[in-house]
Each structure stands twice: as C-alpha cells, then as structure tokens.
C-alpha cells in the first residue's frame, strides 16, 4: 500500500510539475516571439545543436517533407528545419498559440504551415520524416500510431527527458520492434533524442 502510494504521489508530483512548467515555457515563449531576436537567440541556445544531431540522426537531404508535431507558439524546430531546405508543416493543439506561432513564421519568411490538429490523429503518409517535441501529452501513444501509419524510409524523431528533466516529464522509452532502426543521442540541457526507422 506504501508503494502504491508513492506511485501515486511521484505521479501526481510530474502532473502538476508539467502542467506549471509547461504553462510557464508557453508563456514565455508567447513573448519571446514579440522579438524575432529574442526568438532566434532563444532558439540557437536551446534548439540548434539538438535539431543538427536529429538530422545527423536521420541523415535526410534538403528537399525532405517534414512533420512537426508539437510546435508551439515559438516553433524553432520547424523554422530551422525550414530554413535547412526542408519541406515542414507544423501542427499544434493549442488554438491560443497558433496565432503567435504563424505571425512569427510569416516575419522571419519561413515557408511552414501551422496547422490545429492533435498529433494522435494526424496523417503522416506524405512525409519522409516526422517530429515530435519533448512537451508533447500521448507522446508514446502518438509514435505507436505513427509506426502504423508511415511508410517505409520515413523517420520518427521525438524528444525525451534525461537527467535532471526526468524529475518533470514522464520518460515513454523505446518500444522496440522488429521493422524499425532505433538510433539515439543525448543533447543539451536534459534531453535524448531518438530516431526511428521504419525498414
């Protein structure tokens, strides 16, 4: 019963540590895009390095269609990626951030559609690659679908906590499978990045 019990209150601790974190990193966001300086200072701090090593990861050429599920009202991963050569189309179920998340887009000249969607129910047949970001709630049950769902030579890429972050987010693991390539690194600030193939 004790065991149970701390289950409960480790989980209970992650649900509301996320929902805090996770209201605070979106309101932060939300203003940081008021300043594309800001923006791309933020994001070449935070984002850069981890989004070359999921590329590295992949080894995609320039001209790929990518997915991004979870982008935000401050979408860097779909803007680098973007401006890399990629073909990217974002989704977002957050109505509130897609307003900042498109203006932004639109005054740094990214080609990259943001779309209302929840990423469990999204079609990802006609992209090579999709993207997952570390936020994102049904994370596990998303690239379980996706597995399903992509065609051959497409890549998943999602985000998980390591060290110090396992403390707020929840880790989803790897669910290894015969007909995918599973391939990993660890990057900055707390987090692992891991790429599947399907083969």
């Known amino acids: 019963m004790i065991f149970e019990t701390d289950i409960f209150d ?23 895009g008021f300043s594309l300086k800001l923006f791309l200072i933020y994001g070449r701090l935070f984002y ?32 680098y990626l973007s401006k ?32 209302d969607m929840d990423g469990l129910y999204a079609d990802a047949s006609a992209f090579d690659a999709v993207w997952i970001s570390l936020h994102v709630t049904n994370k596990m049950s998303i690239v379980e679908r996706l597995k399903e769902n992509i065609n051959k030579g497409c890549f998943i890429v999602y985000r998980e ?17 015969d007909g995918f390539v599973y391939k990993k690194c660890s990057n ?12």
């Open 161 to 177: 906590p390591r060290s110090w972050l396992n403390v707020l987010y929840d880790k989803t693991g790897e669910s290894k499978e």
């Open 188 to 199: 900055d600030f707390g987090k692992e990045s891991i790429a599947i193939l399907k083969i």
């Open 10 to 32: 480790k989980r209970y601790y992650r649900y509301i540590s996320f929902n805090i974190i996770s209201k605070i990193i979106k309101l932060t966001e939300m203003c940081l």
């Open 48 to 79: 850069s390095r981890m989004i070359a090593n999921e590329l590295r990861l992949t080894g995609l050429s320039p001209g790929a269609r990518i997915l991004h599920i979870g982008s935000g009202p401050l979408p860097y991963t779909a803007f």
């Open 84 to 115: 890399k050569g990629y073909h990217v189309k974002g989704i977002d179920n957050d109505r509130r951030t897609l307003p900042f998340a498109r203006s932004l887009l639109e005054d740094l000249g990214a080609a990259v559609q943001i779309v």
